[in-house]
Nanobody
Framework: QVQLVESGGGLVQAGGSLRLSCAAS????????MAWFRQAPGKEREFVAQ????????IYTDSVKGRFTISRDNAKNTVYLQMNSLKPEDTAVYYC?????????????????WGQGTQVTVSS
């Protein structure tokens, strides 16, 4: 049974940092692309970042480039999202997601497994 469990969300002031974690189980973690999405109130769920193994596989949405970093620890079956210089517009529920294979894709419809989400709130 595939499980993705996010943690690390919370309330932070603008300019602050948070690190989200997503613990994965029930599948061959090192053969799956891992991604982060987010959904703000009244908005569609949007892509944030994804990676397979290498630095070159990392893709970010433009609004977080230079501020967020995705990483993974295959030994711990965990993917992370380091978020720095947070802004109020980063406020959302953040979801971890995964799909088999290495081809890059930012389309949420191709991701087959999702976590329950973790709330990130950035105050101004």
């Amino acid at each position: 049974q595939v499980q993705l469990v996010e943690s690390g969300g919370g309330l932070v002031q603008a300019g602050g940092s948070l690190r989200l974690s997503c613990a994965a189980s029930g599948f061959a973690f090192n053969t799956y692309t891992m991604a982060w999405f987010r959904q703000a109130p009244g908005k569609e769920r949007e892509f944030v970042a994804q990676m397979y193994w290498s630095e070159s596989s990392k893709i970010y949405t433009d609004s977080v480039k230079g501020r967020f970093t995705i990483s993974r620890d295959n030994a711990k079956n965990t993917v992370y999202l380091q978020m720095n210089s947070l802004k109020p517009e980063d406020t959302a529920v953040y979801y971890c997601a995964t799909r088999y294979g290495s081809s890059p894709d930012t389309d949420r419809t191709v991701y087959i497994y999702w976590g329950q989400g973790t709330q990130v709130t950035v105050s101004s």
